[in-house]
């Protein structure tokens, strides 16, 4: 049977306000680290999901002024999903995270990982609703099959929109059933792992930041707007969580 779960989070100065897990989707208040980082929330999964026909979703809001962090104990492993008798496959199943940041407020979303299992199809979905002077890191990271086998299908979109309007709409496709050459040397390159990273503040209109090879897989490149973005690729999550980082100490932002 399918799960349809969502979980949700909204941050003040205060606190924490909502604080709320639902099917396996757990989060859990955690210890802030370093001054000034605000409220830290850790996404614990309580079952395997997602799976075939799931649809799970987290939304997170961070209130005027507020600072968050959001993370993950582990990594989100897409699994095949059970395929019903009068079906010749199973559903897919769709992951929606939906984050808004309002005036003056910082959210830094650093989940783990998610690993698209062989027979698995994810159709993940990801929107931020930034206001004009809200700053955001948001970090995705994808692992094409675990140890040795061939990866699911999976299609991502990431959709930003800062004071209403387009900051960032980007959508990739991995696996069977994506456009060819998804793993020629044009795209990946054998690579099986892929991710990127976005920083957005109202710095970067007073100092827009400068394209930057980092390595042969990676690249820096700034948006026509206040953020810029860093994508590569690497043979596996240590090298490419190395790679990212390191991107990370090199906008003007942390």
């Known amino acids: 049977m399918s799960v349809r779960a969502t979980a949700r989070i909204v941050a003040t100065r205060a606190g924490l306000p909502v604080l709320a897990s639902d099917g396996p989707l757990a989060v859990r208040r955690t210890r802030a680290t370093g001054t000034g980082t605000g409220h830290r929330v850790t996404v614990v999964g309580a079952m395997s999901a997602p799976l075939g026909g799931d649809r799970l979703a987290i939304e997170a809001r961070v209130r005027d002024g507020a600072r968050l962090t959001v993370d993950a104990a582990a990594a989100t492993i897409a699994l095949p999903g059970r395929i019903p008798a009068d079906a010749d496959t199973a559903e897919p199943a769709h992951y929606d995270v939906r984050l808004t940041v309002d005036e003056g407020a910082a959210l830094h979303w650093l989940p783990e990982q998610l690993v698209s299992a062989r027979g698995s199809d994810l159709r993940m979905r990801t929107t931020v609703e ?19 086998e061939e990866p699911g299908t999976l299609l991502t979109r990431l959709t930003v929109r800062r004071a209403g309007r387009p900051l960032l709409d980007q959508e990739l496709r991995h696996g069977p059933g994506a456009p060819g050459g998804w793993d020629g040397g044009a795209v990946l390159g054998g690579h099986r792992a892929v991710g990127q990273l976005l ?5 970067f209109e007073e100092k827009p930041a400068q394209p930057l090879l980092l390595g042969d897989t990676a690249v820096l490149t700034p948006l026509a707007g206040p953020g810029v973005l860093v994508t590569a690729v690497a043979a596996d999550a240590l090298e490419l969580r190395r790679v990212l980082d390191e991107a990370l100490r090199l906008t003007a932002y942390r």
């Open 199 to 203: 920083v957005a503040g109202p710095e």
């Open 130 to 148: 930034l206001a004009a002077t809200a700053r955001l890191v948001l970090r995705e990271e994808q692992i094409l099959g675990r140890h040795g």
